[in-house]
Structures are given as structure tokens and as C-alpha cells.
């Protein structure tokens, strides 16, 4: 790209400090500019990067079997109504009408409209397996983007489908794309771990990260330290005590804890350990009803598993505390599990204190020496936790160590959960209506990018590795403009590269090279030519 002109100026632009370093390097490159919250352009820099991205990921997922498609970003109402997505969605589906006061959303995802298509489509097991792909634009309406393009409302995907007859043929299809993520990864050239996942809104039982090792990561992933094991907080199975302590029931006391309403404050005023603790959580239930959580008080809540609870609505969510007061006279930052009229989900770990302390539903108290059976009796119990480091992991052989990762892919098996809601069937080798078992498969192209920058970067530039830089040559010309040899010299190169095959960048600004050898470190083209007078005449 000779004329580099436009190109290179948007480098002089000096923007805000940014709050990651991948998000301030692409500002500074030259790689993309904010719009508004979430909505980035890609100057030409970043989508000649955005084209390298999806070209491997094309040539990966054809070589795969996949087959591409493109289905539309605007999608409607009805079919999410279908999969029942419309009502349990929140508020990240961006929902608008159009002129006829018809209900339509834009995509955050693509199931609904292609298991519409399947059920249009697809009417035998001949036609099966069969897996489709697009790299389309999403959008999902973030409560707070930031990290620039890492979590933007508006980003590029690549979100592939699969289609089968059997459990054991969606199998096959999910381990060809858990093999093609991990090809796809390694040809970018980045340091990246696939954990156990949550499915969350997407659905199905078994699901897979992929997950770029960065210290800027939103994701905690556990690994075990000494085996294998690794998986996402969220699907970080906690094991259960093995046996609870028995030892002298203390006697049940109330005693006056004014203004001590957290965990530490209440830990604090009794001179007691915070796992000697529980804290009691009131979730909104299903139906409008109120279920109480009980955690111990060193323990966190995971949003995770008990939004998988029946009883518990979704998207998970507290209840307020005028709410509370209201509806069940209970005082917040004071409730506990003795004598409270509503179900009581309690965490193993919680269920297996002795003489412990908790909220005694008045305000300004709390109880000691609280015993299971004799003061409180859990609904049921379970694991509602977050596992913490150091502890063991659930395969029984290595302690939780804790890493962040930036979620770049995530693999699904479905199931028949859409096909079954949206009635898409096809007849079997035995002439019998079964309904379609899927399988769901995502890469974040945008994100992509940043994270690959997140892990190669110095503190002159960005480290581009040859698969994704922007250009693989840049050549520096100084006095471009005032020496005939060096122009002479220099389009006779760029010639000779370009007709080579060579993807070159020429830096024909009329700055001084000091700014030139700036620029290409920070954009960090892999290799640059110097060409000037004294050199040419040596």
C-alpha cells in the first residue's frame, strides 16, 4: 500500500489513556476509533489484521467440513418467542420495532434463526451431519463496555452450527471443532488453555472454553496445581466435606451487633473466624417467590450453579431490601437461617458448621452457637460456591490455583433444546420424526485481535506475529521527498516486493525518522527497510 498517507496519520491522533494496554496500543496503531460506548470503527490498519483473523479461521473451519452462510443481524421476535428466549433473555437483547410495530431484536446469537432455517431445510437423516458457519456481526447491549474492543456492544463472531441424528455423531462434530479451535489458536500464535465451561443462556450440558492467558482477563479459570484439571470459576465443582465436626453444642445466644452487617464487621465484633460465619442470601424464586442461600461467611455466592436450581429465577437476582422489609418483615445485613419461613438452600460447607454465627432477622442482632437440627433446617443442600485457591480441586489430586484468561471461543452440545422448542424434525433411517440434536460453536473475531496484542506487546509497540500483521514489510525512506536516489531506490523495492508477493507498507510521509522508527515499532510490522543517501551510497 503505497499511498500510506491517511494511513500512518491517524498515528499522530493522541487518545485518553486507555484502561488496558491492548485498547490504548490499537487507538495509538491506528487500529480502530470510538464511536460511542461499545462501537468501534476499524481503520484500515485494523481490518487488514480483522481479514488475517478470519482468513484463518475460513481455512480452518472449511478444512473442518463446515460450510459457510450468512444469516441477518436483525432477527425476529417470533422465533426467540419459539425458543422462549424472548422472556428469559435480559436486558443485554437489544429489542426494536420496526415501522409496523413488529417486535424484532439484533443478533447476540444465531440459534433461534438457524435451527429455523434447519427446520425449512433439512427433512432426512441423509442430509446429516452437516455443519454451517458465518462470520456475521452481533450485538449485545453491555451494562458496561470497556477494554475497547475486548467487550464492545457491537463485535464480529464467527459462529458455527451443527446438526445430527445421534448423540454419538454430535460427539464426533464437537471434538472436530474442539481440534480445529486449537488449530486455529496455535496458527495465531497464542498461549491459550481449554477449560470445563457453564453453558449459561446458550444451553446444553456439556460445554468448553477457550481461553487466551492474560493477567487483564475478566475469566478466573482453576487450574490444578499438579494434574490436569482446569475449568472456569463457574463450572469449578467444590467437593463436599467429608464429614461434619461433632463436638459440644454450645448454647443458642442473641447478642447486640449494632451497625455490624458485613462478614468482616460481625467477624470483627465477636472476635470469631469468618468461616465460623454463615451469610444468608434472599434470591428472587420462581413464580415471584423469595429463597434463601446460605453460604459460609469466607465463601462467595456462584451465580452459575444455583441459577441451574429450579428454584431460583433467571437471570439470578437479589432481593432488595425494601422488598425484604416488606414482604417479609426481615432486616437486611441481618438475616440467617433460624426460623426463616422460606426455602433454604444451604452450601455443603455451610451444612457441615457446628456452633456457628449468623443474622439473628433483627436488626442490630446476631446468634451464637447455631447448630443444624436443633435451630435451622435446610430445604437442601448442595454446591452454591465458588471454589477458593489452595483448596482441593474436584478430581481429589491437586489444589486450585487461580489464572485469568480472556474467553476468545466456546463450544456447545445443545442438544435438542431449540429443535424441540421449534419443532425442527427430521425423518430417521427407520422413517420415524426425530427431532434435530445440535451442537453450537464461537470464536470472538475482534476480540481476538486484542487479545493476541494483550499477550505480545512491549512497551514501544505492539509484536505481531507473521500471521496477523497488518503488512510483513515496511519500508522507511528518509528524504523521501527531497532525494531523487532514495525515491528512485525506494519504488524500485516496492515494486520488487509487491510483484514478489510481499505484503509492504511504504512510509512516504515528510516526517523526520525518528518518527518513522517510532511509528513502525508501534504499529510492529515485523520488518522494516531502512533507505537513505549515505546508505545508497555505500
Given at each position: 500500500m503505497?499511498?500510506?498517507?491517511?494511513?500512518?496519520?491517524?498515528?499522530?491522533?493522541?487518545?485518553?489513556?486507555?484502561?488496558?494496554?491492548?485498547?490504548?496500543l490499537?487507538?495509538?496503531?491506528?487500529?480502530?476509533?470510538?464511536?460511542?460506548?461499545?462501537?468501534?470503527?476499524?481503520?484500515?490498519?485494523?481490518?487488514?489484521?480483522?481479514?488475517?483473523?478470519?482468513?484463518?479461521?475460513?481455512?480452518?473451519?472449511?478444512?473442518?467440513?463446515?460450510?459457510?452462510?450468512?444469516?441477518?443481524?436483525?432477527?425476529?421476535?417470533?422465533?426467540?418467542?419459539?425458543?422462549?428466549?424472548?422472556?428469559?433473555?435480559?436486558?443485554?437483547?437489544?429489542?426494536?420495532?420496526?415501522?409496523?410495530?413488529r417486535?424484532?431484536?439484533?443478533?447476540?446469537?444465531?440459534?433461534?434463526?438457524?435451527?429455523?432455517?434447519?427446520?425449512?431445510?433439512?427433512?432426512?437423516?441423509?442430509?446429516?451431519?452437516?455443519?454451517?458457519?458465518?462470520?456475521?456481526?452481533?450485538?449485545?447491549?453491555?451494562?458496561?463496555?470497556?477494554?475497547?474492543?475486548?467487550?464492545a456492544?457491537?463485535?464480529?463472531?464467527?459462529?458455527?452450527?451443527?446438526?445430527?441424528?445421534?448423540?454419538?455423531?454430535?460427539?464426533?462434530?464437537?471434538?472436530?471443532?474442539?481440534?480445529?479451535?486449537?488449530?486455529?489458536?496455535q496458527?495465531?500464535?497464542?498461549?491459550?488453555?481449554?477449560?470445563?465451561?457453564?453453558?449459561?443462556?446458550?444451553?446444553?450440558?456439556v460445554?468448553?472454553?477457550?481461553?487466551?492467558?492474560?493477567?487483564?482477563?475478566?475469566?478466573?479459570?482453576?487450574?490444578?496445581?499438579?494434574?490436569?484439571?482446569?475449568?472456569?470459576?463457574?463450572?469449578?465443582?467444590?467437593?463436599?466435606?467429608?464429614?461434619?465436626?461433632?463436638?459440644?453444642?454450645?448454647?443458642?445466644?442473641?447478642?447486640?451487633?449494632?451497625?455490624?452487617?458485613?462478614?468482616?464487621?460481625?467477624?470483627?465484633?465477636?472476635?470469631?473466624?469468618?468461616?465460623?460465619?454463615?451469610?444468608?442470601?434472599?434470591?428472587?424464586?420462581?413464580?415471584?417467590?423469595?429463597?434463601?442461600?446460605?453460604?459460609?461467611?469466607?465463601?462467595?455466592?456462584?451465580?452459575s450453579?444455583?441459577?441451574?436450581?429450579?428454584?431460583?429465577?433467571?437471570?439470578?437476582?437479589?432481593?432488595?431490601?425494601?422488598?425484604?422489609?416488606?414482604?417479609?418483615?426481615?432486616?437486611?445485613?441481618?438475616i440467617?437461617?433460624?426460623g426463616?419461613?422460606?426455602?433454604?438452600?444451604?452450601?455443603h460447607?455451610?451444612?457441615?458448621?457446628?456452633?456457628?454465627?449468623c443474622?439473628?432477622?433483627?436488626?442490630?442482632?446476631?446468634?451464637?452457637?447455631?447448630?443444624?437440627g436443633?435451630?435451622?433446617?435446610?430445604?437442601?443442600t448442595?454446591?452454591?460456591?465458588?471454589?477458593?485457591?489452595?483448596?482441593?480441586?474436584?478430581?481429589?489430586?491437586?489444589?486450585?490455583?487461580?489464572?485469568?484468561?480472556?474467553?476468545?471461543?466456546?463450544?456447545?452440545?445443545?442438544?435438542?433444546?431449540?429443535?424441540?422448542?421449534?419443532?425442527?424434525?427430521?425423518?430417521?433411517?427407520?422413517?420415524?420424526?426425530?427431532?434435530?440434536?445440535?451442537?453450537?460453536?464461537?470464536?470472538?473475531?475482534?476480540?481476538?485481535?486484542?487479545?493476541?496484542?494483550?499477550?505480545?506487546?512491549?512497551?514501544?509497540?505492539?509484536?505481531?506475529?507473521?500471521?496477523?500483521?497488518?503488512?510483513?514489510?515496511?519500508?522507511?525512506?528518509?528524504?523521501?521527498?527531497?532525494?531523487?536516489?532514495?525515491?528512485?531506490?525506494?519504488?524500485?523495492?516496492?515494486?520488487?516486493?509487491?510483484?514478489?508477493?510481499?505484503?509492504?507498507?511504504?512510509?512516504?510521509?515528510?516526517?523526520?525518522?525518528?518518527?518513522?522508527?517510532?511509528?513502525?515499532?508501534?504499529?510492529?510490522?515485523?520488518?522494516?527497510?531502512?533507505?537513505?543517501?549515505?546508505?545508497?551510497?555505500?
Amino acid at each position: 500500500m503505497k499511498s500510506s498517507q491517511y494511513l500512518l496519520a491517524t498515528l499522530r491522533e493522541q487518545p485518553a489513556e486507555a484502561e488496558i494496554a491492548s485498547h490504548g496500543l490499537m487507538l495509538r496503531a491506528g487500529l480502530v476509533r470510538r464511536i460511542g460506548a461499545g462501537l468501534y470503527n476499524w481503520l484500515p490498519l485494523g481490518a487488514r489484521v480483522l481479514s488475517k483473523v478470519t482468513a484463518i479461521i475460513r481455512q480452518e473451519m472449511n478444512a473442518a467440513g463446515a460450510h459457510e452462510l450468512v444469516m441477518p443481524l436483525v432477527q425476529p421476535a417470533e422465533l426467540w418467542q419459539q425458543s422462549g428466549r424472548w422472556d428469559s433473555s435480559g436486558p443485554e437483547l437489544a429489542r426494536l420495532q420496526d415501522r409496523h410495530h413488529r417486535d424484532y431484536c439484533l443478533a447476540p446469537t444465531h440459534e433461534e434463526v438457524i435451527t429455523a432455517l434447519a427446520r425449512q431445510e433439512l427433512t432426512s437423516y441423509r442430509q446429516l451431519p452437516i455443519n454451517l458457519y458465518q462470520i456475521q456481526t452481533k450485538f449485545r447491549d453491555e451494562i458496561r463496555p470497556r477494554f475497547g474492543v475486548m467487550r464492545a456492544r457491537e463485535f464480529m463472531m464467527m459462529d458455527s452450527y451443527s446438526f445430527h441424528t445421534n448423540q454419538a455423531s454430535l460427539e464426533q462434530t464437537y471434538q472436530d471443532m474442539y481440534d480445529c479451535y486449537g488449530r486455529i489458536l496455535q496458527r495465531m500464535g497464542l498461549e491459550y488453555r481449554v477449560v470445563e465451561a457453564d453453558s449459561g443462556n446458550i444451553g446444553g450440558q456439556v460445554s468448553h472454553e477457550f481461553q487466551v492467558l492474560s493477567g487483564v482477563g475478566e475469566d478466573i479459570l482453576v487450574v490444578g496445581d499438579g494434574s490436569d484439571y482446569v475449568a472456569n470459576i463457574e463450572r469449578a465443582a467444590c467437593l463436599s466435606p467429608k464429614a461434619r465436626v461433632v463436638g459440644i453444642a454450645e448454647d443458642l445466644q442473641k447478642v447486640a451487633t449494632p451497625e455490624a452487617k458485613s462478614i468482616d464487621s460481625v467477624s470483627a465484633l465477636l472476635g470469631v473466624a469468618a468461616a465460623k460465619t454463615v451469610k444468608t442470601l434472599a434470591l428472587r424464586g420462581t413464580e415471584g417467590s423469595i429463597v434463601a442461600v446460605v453460604l459460609r461467611g469466607d465463601h462467595s455466592l456462584n451465580l452459575s450453579k444455583i441459577g441451574r436450581r429450579d428454584e431460583i429465577a433467571s437471570p439470578v437476582e437479589l432481593v432488595d431490601a425494601d422488598e425484604l422489609k416488606q414482604q417479609l418483615g426481615l432486616p437486611a445485613g441481618f438475616i440467617g437461617p433460624c426460623g426463616l419461613k422460606i426455602p433454604l438452600l444451604v452450601d455443603h460447607s455451610a451444612a457441615h458448621l457446628t456452633n456457628f454465627v449468623c443474622g439473628a432477622n433483627e436488626e442490630g442482632y446476631h446468634l451464637t452457637g447455631v447448630n443444624w437440627g436443633r435451630d435451622a433446617e435446610a430445604t437442601a443442600t448442595g454446591d452454591f460456591r465458588n471454589i477458593t485457591e489452595g483448596e482441593l480441586c474436584s478430581d481429589g489430586l491437586s489444589r486450585a490455583r487461580f489464572v485469568r484468561g480472556i474467553e476468545v471461543g466456546h463450544i456447545f452440545q445443545l442438544g435438542d433444546k431449540y429443535s424441540t422448542a421449534m419443532a425442527a424434525r427430521v425423518l430417521d433411517d427407520k422413517g420415524r420424526q426425530k427431532a434435530l440434536i445440535m451442537g453450537c460453536y464461537g470464536i470472538g473475531v475482534s476480540r481476538m485481535v486484542a487479545a493476541f496484542i494483550e499477550q505480545n506487546h512491549d512497551d514501544k509497540g505492539i509484536l505481531w506475529s507473521p500471521t496477523l500483521c497488518p503488512f510483513e514489510v515496511v519500508l522507511l525512506p528518509l528524504n523521501f521527498g527531497r532525494s531523487q536516489v532514495v525515491r528512485n531506490a525506494a519504488d524500485s523495492l516496492y515494486r520488487q516486493l509487491i510483484n514478489a508477493g510481499v505484503e509492504v507498507l511504504m512510509d512516504d510521509r515528510d516526517e523526520r525518522p525518528g518518527v518513522k522508527f517510532t511509528d513502525s515499532e508501534l504499529i510492529g510490522i515485523p520488518y522494516s527497510v531502512v533507505i537513505g543517501d549515505r546508505n545508497l551510497a555505500a
